[in-house]
């Protein structure tokens, strides 16, 4: 049933509602895939049809039809776009049109916009003839140059393999290039066209074959691969028998090759010198990577889990990149026991002292409370779906969330699910994390889970083990009874049935100081080893709930040992 349970919420959590589209999914990244060929041609068509007049250029039909059809669907098919905020998948359709109206749609308006206006205008018109203006409009279809980024980022992920990536890096910086001298040649053609239409002398005019460029003989062939021809020996070590004929010619000339020298050379010595000095640094990473990849691939693990434990690596290490790590530095080694402990105890106590109880507790013995930091906590990374709980376990201790989107699930009352935690950290309040904490009781008393909770985005939490936290109180024997006096005028009213009793609600109960002292003092007996007691505690409580299971029994409530959860010693 566990196993049950569990596969049921991992299928709730990957969920996707009808009518929304996930950004991983088959359907969208062939729209992607369409999407950079339709990209590519609008930046090769764009230019000839401003450019090439005479005669004039005519973007063939068929073509046009497709790419404005296809960047209507692309439009409409981003209100239906599930999209990833802070590694949490957002399948709200309200969130999603808000975003889609927030960032790409006014584009969309202006690309896809533009051509409808053009067609209505044709229709209007009765012509197939292109009013000047709306060539000139087209200029804005360059604007769907911003979704590049967009688009490579999740065509990334579909490439597991190292020597595919490469390739496709290579392919993308070809084609940048060819794009670059596509457009210088374009212009200079159209800077030749417009100075021999005022009847001066230009390269057009002084070509040995003037008739092909311009005139009625003019062949759009031999206009563009002549001007393609001069632009690529602007770049390149090449040669060729056009030259500039006027000022206007050798000013672009000379902005061309200005340009060219500090942009291309620039970017070829830069790019080099670049890869080499990261496949230096990161070299170790990309031989784990690399690894990765052929292992996956070899063991035929589905692309979606592919994707989940690169982007968790990722994460991880770009985590650990943002700040200087414990383990890499050396000089820490030569520390103190001593100096080692308030180190650690001045990077958790902003996350524990939120916690009246351990609050208390550093101001009742602060080296006790050192010594929890240094023994007792550790950070847990989450990745998206991870779980850090189950319910139905058995609690190793009291769980912060240091940051992070987690989600606390019942397992047969989904219904009652609540959302945990926030993106980023916590909100700080007199130098304290006004973090959220789960399972209290845990430090004191074996406690058993009565939810699931898990991760939606990535995230971290601090566990404070039950066993360690004992033994450190263990220690320091003469301090054990007023902590539990403090965990008990603390602790926080629960009902041994609610379902979300895992998670503590802001609000403090006063406990009679009779049941503090019969209940902690027997609990705690002295000359009897920490984690013996912990255990002498487990066995009242399984027994006081085995005595609570057979009076309901009695009563008509039918219950078994298994689903009756043993609750804490503390009173609520």
């Known amino acids: 049933m566990e196993e049950e349970a569990e596969e049921a919420a991992m299928g709730e959590a990957e969920f996707v509602p009808r009518f929304v589209l996930h950004p991983n999914s088959k359907p969208r990244m062939l729209l992607d895939y369409v999407g950079c060929a339709f990209l590519l041609y609008d930046f090769l068509i764009t230019p000839m049809v401003l450019c090439f007049t005479e005669p004039l250029f005519e973007e063939p039909r068929v073509l046009a039809l497709m790419t404005l059809a296809y960047w209507s669907v692309e439009s409409i098919s981003a209100f239906f776009t599930a999209f990833y905020l802070w590694g949490r998948l957002v399948t709200d359709r309200r969130l999603i049109v808000l975003r889609h109206l927030s960032t790409w749609f006014i584009i969309d308006v202006l690309t896809v916009g533009v051509e409808w206006a053009k067609i209505f205008q044709q229709a209007a018109s009765g012509s197939r003839s292109e009013v000047y203006s709306f060539r000139i409009l087209r200029v804005v279809r360059l604007l769907r140059a911003t979704k590049i980024n967009k688009m490579a980022k999740r065509l990334n992920d579909t490439f597991t393999h190292e020597f595919r990536k490469m390739i496709v890096e290579i392919i993308r910086l070809i084609i940048g290039v060819v794009v670059t001298t596509h457009t210088i040649a374009c212009l200079w053609f159209a800077l030749g066209l ?226 945990v935690g926030s993106h980023d950290k916590p909100p700080i309040v007199n130098g304290v994390y006004q973090c959220e904490w789960l399972s209290d009781r845990a430090l004191f008393a074996m406690w058993i889970h009565r939810a699931t909770l898990r991760a939606q985005s990535f995230s971290q939490v601090m566990l404070v083990k039950r066993n360690k936290f004992l033994a450190c109180l263990q220690e320091f024997p003469l301090d054990e009874g007023h902590v539990m006096k403090i965990a008990a005028r603390h602790t926080i009213a629960c009902d041994p049935q609610d379902p979300l009793a895992d998670r503590v609600k802001r609000q403090v109960t006063e406990a009679p100081k009779k049941l503090v002292t019969n209940l902690f003092m027997d609990t705690f007996t002295p000359g009897v080893p920490g984690l013996k007691r912990a255990q002498t505690v487990d066995d009242a409580v399984a027994r006081q709930t085995l005595n609570r299971t057979a009076t309901a029994g009695s009563t008509g409530r039918r219950g078994s040992q298994a689903e009756q959860p043993m609750t804490s010693p503390m009173p609520s």
């Not at 990161?282 to 994707?307: A, W």
Request: charged share 25%.
């Open 194 to 419: 417009s100075i021999a239409e005022d009847e001066r002398t230009s390269w057009v005019t002084e070509n040995f074959r003037t008739d092909l460029l311009i005139g009625e003989d003019a062949m759009i062939k031999f206009q563009y691969f002549c001007s393609l021809h001069w632009s690529l020996t602007q770049v390149t070590p090449g040669s060729t028998e056009i030259n500039p004929a006027s000022w206007e010619e050798r000013a672009f000339t000379s902005v061309i090759l200005v340009v060219s020298l500090v942009s291309f050379s620039s970017f070829l010595s830069s790019m080099t010198a670049a890869v080499t000095r990261l496949r230096g640094l990161t070299r170790g990473n990309d031989d784990r990577f690399m690894r990765l990849n052929m292992y996956l691939e070899g063991h035929q693990v589905q692309k979606d889990l592919c994707i989940r434990i690169r982007r968790y690596l990722e994460f991880s290490l770009a985590e650990k990149s943002r700040s200087v790590q414990e383990e890499d530095v050396d000089l820490l080694g030569l520390l103190s026991i001593d100096l080692h402990k308030e180190l650690r105890r001045a990077k958790f106590e902003r996350f524990l002292l939120g916690y009246q109880v351990l609050a208390d507790l550093q101001l009742l013995n602060p080296v006790l409370f050192r010594n929890i930091c240094w023994d007792a906590c550790s950070i847990t990374s989450l990745a998206p779906l991870d779980t850090a709980f189950r319910a139905g376990e058995t609690a190793a201790g009291m769980y912060f969330v240091m940051w992070g989107i987690f989600t606390l699930t019942p397992p047969k009352k989904r219904q009652l699910t609540l959302e």
